[in-house]
């Protein structure tokens, strides 16, 4: 699994990798995360059933997202790839660069290669334009990709012009045991809560949730608004929340842990999500795994997430999302809404780890019976496939890719690097309860100077 | 067999890159795509021609003061009747203010106009020796590069990042205020500030005025001053002038037809992925 975006870092993408590769371990696979250091922590450090995480010595340059240049990861990467004995490199999220470098070295070093996109990007400004040329690229010879929802995949299709066979959709899940309802059932409803948990930027609709804020609590006075979570978009919040005196009705909590979530979400009654864009939303589901009632805007992939028993969608005006709310206060005024119980029971039906590990797995299984393009092929399909310009630049890039490999052979050869102790898979030697000597006595230790966390 | 259905929850008997008849059945080609015609286009870039006679028109007009062949005294009072006509007509072309407050207003404008000249006609002596000490090469090329600017910041009604009227009347008068030090007296300095200002702060409001009330005109005062420049710009160089021409006809006849044949090979995507965008008017509740 190869990603910028990992713990200590929090996120939709940093939880998918971690979740999922814990689920792939308890299936007997042997995984190994790379991403690059987080302040000090460098290095190899061990985190739950044993799970290696490398920690590279990467600049990083803007959000989490490390510098690149293409080659200068190469020499680490191939050392962590052959030291693993690694068969198929996992890449997640298009924002990621070192998942683009993984993806280009991995098929130099031909190895299968699978990519799962994390995000919907639009066609028309500059940005969007060079990152979709990236992504065609790196993508044209990536042997599967995987989406999160289905608008996610015809986003990624277009974006990259692929083959939409050769993209799956396998959503994100939510951990039941992290994301449980109140003990003893719903907050009283005589005074009605509705909770917004997001980062508290433009994307995120944090404009539209600024106009409904005055809105519904003129119209409603036993109703109360928990805002958790932070960004540049919180200085509007605060004013609204002058502006209309609602000091007492409108709590921000400010930037949340991730422990924290659920403890904040079963204070509600309503989860309301404004987003204007989102492929997946993890925050509707674990809400709804809280036996909260949710009330989202139909955008993305966010209409295929929940049946339409457990959600309202609105369109992204403020008019359709207080008429949503609105209907969302009747349900609970009504008392027509299942049990918290009850909705978090099927939630958990609907989504879990296993199943997306289940279902990852059978990619990784088509993946191993396809045949690595070699070399010449793999300039052609470049060539053909991104256009007269980036193909070129682009196959060029991959043929000096293959030149500094051989170099890096030459160099320092395959079997001098020492192999790796497998702490899982099929031979693996985690033990929960030993520590890291247990591994001392199994053979070769890493150079590293490793940590166990568990 | 069932229907694939477009949802993540619940198991379906479809492999997970199944590829249904609905794929991206909810994409949109071009949605909002203004189609537009050659000879309105053509009309429209007269806006340009405007700007660019004025620049061509303020070089003309420095360089004859720099050899001679024009005296400071003598634009100076062209150039003030000529300000006194627009005025004139700028103000019959608007919604007549009659009464008070009509009177404060005229009586505003004549103020600020005093006091502009006053402080510019104070200031002369300074603005002469302000950039004497720079190289005339180096003056030249700020020059040329200010001027440049103002045309590429100027507001012709597009909604871009690079517009800013006022940095771009900035641009115009800096330039007037670097090629004012190579010129022969105090005065002249004085004059060439004040046609600039003229020519890149003022105009421009009149013909957007003119434009608005009167396209027609519009044109016609557009190809009178290139005619004028031009011919002008034929007493400089004749290769400046020939430029000037090749340029003048690239932006108003080739570009609109590369736009039109650009346009009909647009295709811009749309779809649920992007980015919802927000209608409603929050400042009611932002305020």
Request: proline residues 4%; positive net charge; glycine residues 6%.
């Amino acid at each position: 699994m190869v990603s910028d975006f990992f713990y200590p870092n929090m996120g939709g993408v940093e939880s998918h990798i971690y979740q999922l590769s814990q689920c792939l371990l308890e299936r007997g696979h042997k995984v190994v995360v790379v991403t690059h250091a987080y302040g000090r922590r460098r290095g190899v450090r061990y985190l739950t059933r044993g799970l290696k995480v490398y920690h590279l010595p990467l600049r990083v340059m803007y959000n989490q997202s490390t510098a690149t240049s293409l080659f200068h990861s190469l020499p680490l990467l191939r050392w962590v790839l052959v030291r693993e004995r690694v068969g198929l490199v996992h890449a997640h999220s298009s924002f990621s660069s070192m998942a683009h470098d993984a993806l280009f070295h991995a098929k130099a070093l031909g190895l299968r290669s699978v990519f799962t996109d994390h995000s919907l990007f639009g066609f028309a400004d500059v940005s969007s334009v060079l990152t979709n040329k990236l992504l065609a690229v790196s993508l044209c010879d990536t042997s599967h990709v995987v989406c999160v929802s289905h608008t996610s995949k015809e986003n990624t299709v277009l974006r990259a012009a692929l083959d939409p066979a050769r993209v799956s959709v396998i959503p994100n899940a939510v951990d039941p045991t992290d994301f449980t309802p109140r003990a003893g059932g719903r907050p009283d409803p005589r005074t009605l809560t509705v909770v917004v948990v997001s980062r508290l930027v433009y994307r995120k609709g944090i404009d539209l949730l600024a106009g409904i804020i005055p809105e519904l609590c003129q119209k409603y006075p036993n109703l109360h608004f928990l805002i958790g979570g932070e960004g540049p978009k919180r200085i509007v919040l605060e004013e609204v929340r002058e502006k209309y005196q609602l000091h007492d009705r409108v709590r921000l909590l400010g930037a949340l842990e991730h422990k924290d979530v659920r403890n904040v979400l079963v204070q509600g009654h309503i989860f309301l999500n404004t987003s204007l864009t989102e492929a997946f939303c993890m925050a509707i589901v674990e809400a709804a795994s809280c036996g909260l009632q949710v009330v989202s805007t139909k955008v993305g992939g966010v209409p295929e997430v929940l049946p339409e028993d457990l959600i309202i969608l609105c369109e992204p005006t403020v008019k359709f999302l207080c008429e949503g709310l609105e209907s969302a206060i009747k349900r609970q005024q009504l008392g027509t809404l299942p049990s918290a119980e009850a909705i978090h029971n099927r939630v958990k039906s609907l989504y879990s780890w296993r199943n997306v590990a289940e279902r990852t797995e059978k990619v990784y299984d088509r993946v191993t019976k396809e045949m690595v393009l070699p070399i010449d092929k793999r300039l052609k399909r470049l060539m053909t496939h991104c256009g007269p310009v980036a193909g070129c630049i682009f196959a060029l890039i991959a043929v000096l890719d293959v030149l500094f490999l051989f170099f890096l052979r030459w160099l320092v050869p395959d079997d001098i690097i020492d192999i790796a102790v497998d702490a899982t898979g099929v031979k693996g030697v985690w033990k929960q309860q030993e520590s890291f000597s247990t591994i001392k006595k199994h053979g070769k230790t890493p150079r590293n100077n490793c940590k166990v966390q568990t | 067999m069932p229907r694939w259905r477009k949802a993540l929850f619940g198991r379906q008997r479809f492999p997970d890159n199944h590829v249904d008849q609905t794929f991206l059945s909810d994409l949109r080609t071009n949605v909002c795509l203004r189609h537009y015609r050659y000879w309105p286009v053509v009309c429209e870039s007269s806006v340009v021609v405007q700007q660019l006679s004025a620049v061509c028109g303020f070089g003309v007009l420095w360089r004859l003061m720099l050899g001679g062949a024009l005296g400071a005294e003598t634009l100076f009072a062209h150039s003030l009747a000529m300000a006194l006509v627009v005025y004139l007509l700028h103000q019959l072309l608007g919604p007549r203010d009659r009464g008070p407050q009509g009177a404060t207003t005229r009586w505003m404008d004549l103020k600020s106009t005093g006091i502009f000249v006053a402080f510019t006609y104070g200031f002369s002596p300074v603005l002469k020796t302000l950039t004497e000490s720079i190289s005339t090469d180096t003056i030249y090329a700020m020059s040329v590069f200010m001027l440049l600017g103002y045309i590429v910041c100027f507001d012709y009604g597009a909604d871009t990042v690079m517009v800013s009227s006022c940095l771009s009347v900035n641009m115009g008068l800096f330039s007037a205020v670097c090629l004012a030090s190579r010129l022969p007296s105090v005065f002249h300095a004085f004059t060439t500030v004040c046609v600039a200002l003229q020519l890149f702060a003022l105009w421009p409001v009149f013909l957007k005025k003119l434009k608005a009330c009167y396209p027609g005109l519009h044109l016609v005062v557009t190809v009178t001053v290139f005619v004028l420049v031009t011919v002008s710009l034929l007493w400089v160089s004749l290769g400046f002038a020939l430029s000037f021409s090749i340029l003048v006809f690239t932006i108003v006849f080739v570009c609109p037809h590369l736009l039109l044949t650009l346009q009909r090979r647009k295709d811009n995507i749309h779809g649920p992925w992007d980015e919802a965008e927000i209608k409603d008017d929050l400042s009611q509740f932002l305020g």
